[in-house]
């Protein structure tokens, strides 16, 4: 079996940075967008079944939790102030609603964002990834 990618031409790359990340937190190969990135749940494949883009080199390391944590903190934050000084509930009874409700925010946009990550990364180049762009054809361009 051939373990070589796929030349560009044969799959549909994305026109763009922001294609590439919304197939990635679809959990999509960012480069082809046919098949499953993710193997276990925050396991990538090592090779995509559909374009055999390697995916064993990328290196998201924590970065996807920290942009969860900063997300969900800023989200939950007015709500926090909100239970707090206008309903006047205490902290104790705050935390016990809001604690349970952040792991769980952070654990549903785990995932989709380190696909995202994943999908930047390889889309600028970084690492040992190859940055790759579509083709452009007279169609795309508008020179026909």
Avoid: N
């Avoid at 030349?7 to 959990?27: H, M, N, Q, S």
């Avoid at 480069?31 to 276990?40: K, T, V």
């Avoid at 995916?55 to 903190?73: E, M, N, R, T």
């Amino acid at each position: 079996m051939d373990t070589a990618p796929r030349p560009a031409a044969e799959i549909a790359l994305p026109a763009g940075w922001g294609a590439a990340l919304v197939r990635g937190a679809r959990c999509r190969c960012p480069r082809c967008g046919e098949a499953p990135l993710f193997r276990q749940w925050l396991k990538p494949v090592d090779t995509c079944a559909h374009c055999r883009q390697d995916w064993s080199v990328q290196q998201a390391d924590d970065f996807p939790a920290y942009i969860g944590i900063f997300v969900v903190g800023h989200l939950l934050a007015p709500v926090i102030i909100f239970m707090i000084a206008t309903l006047g509930l205490s902290a104790w009874v705050t935390l016990a609603v809001m604690l349970p409700v952040a792991v769980v925010m952070l654990i549903a946009m785990l995932q989709p964002t380190k696909g995202a990550v994943i999908a930047f990364l390889w889309w600028h180049g970084v690492g040992a990834f190859v940055q790759e762009r579509p083709i452009a054809t007279p169609e795309s361009t508008g020179d026909v």
